[in-house]
């Protein structure tokens, strides 16, 4: 039967976060010294609520929201230097690959004072802990060894969970959109001592106020409206048009219509051919590079929308786990008529051209039901 499925790989989180903890507080002369009284926001609450940071860089751009409410006077201050211009020109200075980046020290500016990197912009913040954990995406303040009320200008975001960091570093913000970009800026070349040789720089960070929430794709179309869509999934092997059939699975169709405009699928692999039965795709695991995170907020798992609609030759239906409601994103196309999966699996559209495409993947040379050679979803068309 056609179902999704994952792999999971495990990280050697308790000695990541040890190479962490040292990176953090690798600042070889910053040393507390005689520093005035620690900051005190001069915003209210309200001023910095709803608000995020746009964080301009040489590879892109991605927004943090920030978490007012957990350290509002971290907040302030990055909002006052962000006004100031603290950041601008300066680089993201250490990094560990799909760990952490840091960045937002002031000497980065100067090329001429790569020894003192890590050295600036600190001893200004007193350690404002809160419920927020160092989970993917969270920005933190970096600080002093073994002085916690030392933190300042410059940040650090976890690429993936950091549990080991949770109590000791205040938490003010959450990357919102870009992750991918954080994730490659990880993955750029240091020395041994965890510094960046590449200069990655930021040019600019503005603060603006967080925009409404917008319906989500799809979701205000007709049947009928969403029965003029039509898809072209352009693979390695040729393309493959779909039409869809709302009239029997609505939200399996605007659920597919969203990923699809959304580039989820583009770059997953067709991952299963059972011959003389179906070809599968969808499978998350299959993508070449990971979801941001507006394509994460789309995949859902789906309520089911059984019908009569027999699984003959074309017909397009969803994967699924044991339980009826575990739809997601997995999907898979007849090849031929297949009546055991019959009121079991949804039904929400059928292939209206280049059923020569299909016949040409599924005559690939397998291992068990795994193509030998990869047939790559290229990208998705989304077309009325």
């Not at 590079?289 to 789906?302: A, G, I, S």
């Amino acid at each position: 039967m056609p179902m999704t499925f994952c792999r999971h790989v495990e990280r050697p989180r308790a000695v990541m976060a040890a190479v962490i903890m040292w990176l953090l507080c690798f600042n070889p002369s910053a040393i507390a010294q005689d520093v005035p009284p620690k900051f005190v926001t001069p915003f209210s609450l309200d001023e910095m609520t709803a608000k995020q940071a746009v964080i301009k860089t040489d590879r892109g751009q991605f927004i943090i929201d920030l978490l007012p409410k957990a350290a509002p006077n971290h907040v302030g201050y990055f909002i006052k230097s962000a006004r100031e211009g603290v950041y601008d020109g300066t680089i993201f200075h250490r990094m560990v690959r799909h760990g952490i980046v840091q960045g937002g020290d002031p000497l980065t500016k100067d090329l001429d004072k790569a020894e003192s990197y890590g050295q600036g912009g600190l001893g200004v913040l007193a350690l404002e802990i809160s419920d927020e954990r160092h989970t993917r995406g969270a920005v933190s303040a970096a600080q002093v060894p073994s002085e916690p009320d030392s933190a300042g200008s410059q940040f650090f975001i976890s690429v993936v969970d950091q549990p080991a960091l949770d109590g000791s570093y205040t938490v003010f913000g959450r990357v919102s959109r870009g992750m991918n970009l954080v994730t490659e800026i990880s993955e750029a070349d240091t020395d041994k001592e965890g510094k960046a040789i590449e200069r990655i720089a930021i040019h600019a960070v503005a603060i603006r106020d967080k925009p409404s929430p917008q319906p989500m794709p799809f979701s205000q179309d007709s049947v009928e409206e969403l029965a003029a869509y039509r898809v072209v999934l352009a693979t390695t092997s040729g393309t493959i048009t779909i039409e869809f059939m709302p009239e029997i699975a609505p939200e399996h169709v605007r659920n597919f219509l969203r990923l699809a405009s959304a580039g989820v699928f583009d770059g997953m692999s067709i991952h299963r051919v059972v011959e003389g039965a179906l070809i599968q795709t969808g499978w998350l695991g299959s993508r070449d590079r990971p979801l941001d995170e507006n394509q994460e907020r789309l995949v859902t798992n789906l309520q089911p929308e059984f019908s009569n609609t027999a699984h003959v030759r074309g017909i397009v239906s969803m994967a699924r786990g044991d339980d009826p409601a575990s739809a997601s994103t997995s999907f898979f196309i007849c090849t031929a008529t297949v009546s055991s999966l019959d009121g079991n699996y949804t039904v929400f559209g059928r292939v209206v051209d280049s059923m020569a495409t299909l016949d040409s993947i599924e005559s690939l040379p397998l291992n068990g039901e795994s193509p030998l050679e990869r047939v790559e979803i290229l990208a998705v068309q989304v077309a009325r």
